[in-house]
């Protein structure tokens, strides 16, 4: 078997689509599953998969669920357009849906896929889970991605696995072996802990929605494990938008009320929110400035442009961004090598929230 020649200028993926060229021309029809390949050559599952794409360029290989991937002779048809289901809990007007959808399209591209994703949302409750992956597995998805609920009946997606590619996305499937990708928000939390333990802060303030989420669950588990002071504050976040929108700010001003009788009760020296967007508007805007002096504010945000008010930049604010770009092309990534590969991924893969104060100096 030819070995990739690592000193060569010519990139890996290129030289292993010539040597996948030899292949074709002594007359085999149906390429092996990507695994196979890479044990063949030993080389990665992205070598592999770089180089199929670009036979798949060349107008040499057709890929499809039925069959895998197929040599083919003359001019490559247009490719029948895939589709992948997303289950979510979110809202259809929220942001945070929006920048998924986004990065989602982005990764269809890099992958030189020509599909698209069916966002259909669950409410956050087991039966919607449930009535969605029917109707999702009812039009016949190359695979489905959704977002587990504290409620979440992993048997059925499990079984569901059987039949189409299922991957966990955001929230870790606890309890079951389905494959997920999460960010990891306990890394996080321990970064946290670490940077305000080097600031000298001792007194947490934590403001969260009063909906139940696995990612935040996890960052402010890990804060509470490494911080001596930590109080955690539930209000309303997520509807003070709705709100505020139709010109009713009473809610807006009882949360602010609540969050400014925290501060001057609690002799907090730094507060947390994982809602960027919602605690700029909150906590910068709306509380007051005296009662908001001397307190360190750390947001998660996404990497993406954001425009902050100007008192969140002189607060001297942490940031910890997740980059959703890097996330769905790792789902992709794998979804593609379960479906393709005939092989069902496995494990949960972590993707790091990176610290974004350089970008704010």
């Given at each position: ?6 000193y060569?200028?010519?990139a890996s ?11 074709r ?5 149906i390429?092996p599953p ?5 044990a063949?050559y ?16 060349e107008s040499l290989?057709?890929?499809s ?8 002779e003359?001019k490559?048809p247009e490719?029948?357009?895939?589709k992948?289901g997303?289950i979510?809990p ?8 929006l920048?998924?959808n986004m990065?989602l399209n ?6 030189g896929l020509?599909?698209?994703?069916l966002?259909?949302?669950s409410?956050?409750?087991?039966a919607?889970?449930i ?12 695979g489905i ?7 979440t009946?992993f ?15 955001e929230n870790?499937p606890?309890?079951s072996?389905l ?6 928000y306990?890394g996080?939390?321990r970064e946290i802990?670490?940077e305000?333990k080097?600031?000298g ?5 934590v403001?969260?929605?009063t909906?139940?989420n696995g ?5 402010t ?5 490494g911080?001596?002071d930590?109080t955690?504050m539930?209000?309303p976040?997520f509807?003070l ?7 009713d ?7 602010v009320g609540?969050v400014?009788t ?5 002799g ?10 919602h605690?700029?508007?909150?906590f ?5 400035e005296?009662?908001r002096?001397?307190?360190?504010p750390?947001?998660i945000c996404?990497?993406r442009?954001?425009?902050y008010?100007?008192a969140?930049?002189?607060s001297?604010a ?9 996330f ?11 479906d ?9 893969r972590r ?11």
């Amino acid at each position: 078997m030819p070995e990739i020649d690592k000193y060569s200028t010519d990139a890996s993926y290129l030289q292993l689509a010539d040597m996948l060229k030899k292949r074709r021309r002594n007359g085999e029809t149906i390429l092996p599953p990507f695994r196979v390949l890479a044990a063949e050559y030993g080389v990665s599952l992205g070598v592999v998969q770089r180089a199929v794409r670009q036979l798949r360029r060349e107008s040499l290989l057709q890929i499809s669920r039925s069959v895998g991937c197929r040599w083919i002779e003359g001019k490559l048809p247009e490719p029948e357009l895939q589709k992948f289901g997303v289950i979510h809990p979110y809202p259809e007007d929220s942001n945070h849906l929006l920048v998924l959808n986004m990065a989602l399209n982005q990764a269809f591209a890099d992958a030189g896929l020509n599909a698209i994703g069916l966002f259909r949302a669950s409410g956050g409750t087991t039966a919607g889970e449930i009535a969605q992956a029917e109707w999702l597995a009812k039009h016949r998805v190359g695979g489905i991605l959704f977002s587990p609920s504290s409620g979440t009946d992993f048997a059925y997606f499990e079984a569901l696995a059987g039949r189409i590619p299922v991957i966990a996305i955001e929230n870790e499937p606890t309890g079951s072996a389905l494959p997920a990708v999460v960010f990891d928000y306990r890394g996080a939390g321990r970064e946290i802990v670490r940077e305000l333990k080097r600031r000298g802060r001792r007194r947490l303030l934590v403001l969260l929605d009063t909906s139940e989420n696995g990612s935040v669950a996890e960052i402010t588990r890990a804060l509470q494990e490494g911080l001596d002071d930590v109080t955690v504050m539930r209000q309303p976040l997520f509807d003070l938008g709705v709100h505020c929108f139709c010109g009713d700010y009473t809610l807006f001003r009882s949360v602010v009320g609540e969050v400014e009788t925290a501060l001057a009760r609690g002799g907090f020296d730094a507060v947390f929110c994982p809602y960027d967007e919602h605690f700029d508007k909150l906590f910068m805007l709306g509380v007051r400035e005296d009662f908001r002096a001397g307190v360190l504010p750390v947001v998660i945000c996404c990497n993406r442009p954001a425009w902050y008010s100007e008192a969140l930049f002189r607060s001297g604010a942490l940031f910890w961004a997740f980059c959703p770009d890097e996330f769905m092309e790792t789902v992709i990534h794998r979804i593609i090598n379960w479906d393709t590969g005939h092989q069902r991924t496995t494990g949960v893969r972590r993707i790091k929230l990176v610290r974004m104060d350089h970008v704010y100096r």
